[in-house]
């Protein structure tokens, strides 16, 4: 006769993470994610610049469009405040007809915000000659005035439109603009001549204090010299 045996199973041996197994996985992970945030928003930050200059491009082909039809004057916004007129640059475009509607201004910040994020510089539309410091005449007393292409000094060093906002200014606290003291914001901007560069504020300034009297002096935007300056040298 053969003995009968029972078999019984083995017990199943479970191998769980301890704490600082788990701990010391989060950490590796935690690393891990450190080292690719910065390659991502670098990544990122370099297409939307790419698309931010694309459309300046399309601009500078607009203003070049609008100053060869209207006898070489810039297109300047019917407002008295200068800084106005230059957030407010696409209005002679809409009312010429070279642009359907606002969105042709910012794609990108219209159906989002409703805000157009480009500037006009000042320098298309005001006299140089008060573009001096100590003859800058106060806010209330600054109207624009017609400028001609052909009075641009330096055309290809000279920025006459550029992406002045990063985003919902308006919105939420934080958002970035291109004037504002010690930004190192790189955006796209359209010289004269119809080429386009990029850089931040420190780029045009070349190694200078920022010197703003009455909301004149800041680079591109309102460059000392006005439409005699450079922003690049």
């Known amino acids: 006769m053969h ?3 029972t078999h019984r199973p083995l017990p199943s041996i479970t191998k769980a993470f301890t704490m600082v197994e788990l701990l010391v996985v989060i950490a590796v992970l935690m690393m891990l994610l450190g080292l690719l945030l910065p390659a991502i928003g670098g990544v990122i930050g370099h297409a939307r610049l790419t698309r931010d200059s694309g459309i300046i491009r399309q601009h500078a082909a607009s203003f070049e469009l609008y ?7 810039y297109p300047v916004a019917n407002f008295d405040s200068l800084y106005s007129c230059a957030q407010a640059w696409f209005h002679p475009f809409l009312d010429a007809g070279y642009f359907d509607s606002v969105v042709q201004a910012d ?3 219209v ?3 409703g805000k157009v994020r ?4 000042i320098t298309t539309f005001y006299d140089a000659d008060l573009m001096v410091p100590g003859m800058v005449p106060p806010y209330e007393l600054q109207h624009p005035i017609a400028v001609r292409t052909d009075q641009i ?3 290809s060093d000279k920025g006459i439109h550029l992406m002045f906002h990063t985003g919902p200014l308006w919105l939420e606290d934080g958002a970035e603009a291109f004037c504002c ?7 796209p901007v359209a010289m004269a001549d119809g080429s386009a560069m990029t850089g931040s504020m420190w780029d045009f300034l070349e190694g200078t204090e920022v010197y703003i ?3 004149i002096g800041a680079p591109v935007v309102s460059t000392w010299g006005g439409y005699r300056a450079r922003d690049r040298r």
């Open 111 to 113: 159906p989002k915000w």
């Open 153 to 155: 000094t330096f055309p």
């Open 213 to 215: 009297e009455h909301g």
């Open 181 to 187: 003291a010690g930004t190192r914001l790189v955006v």
């Open 67 to 73: 100053t060869r039809d209207w006898d070489g004057i």
């Open 3 to 5: 003995e009968s045996r």
């Open 107 to 109: 794609p990108v910040a």
């Open 118 to 121: 480009f500037w006009q510089s």
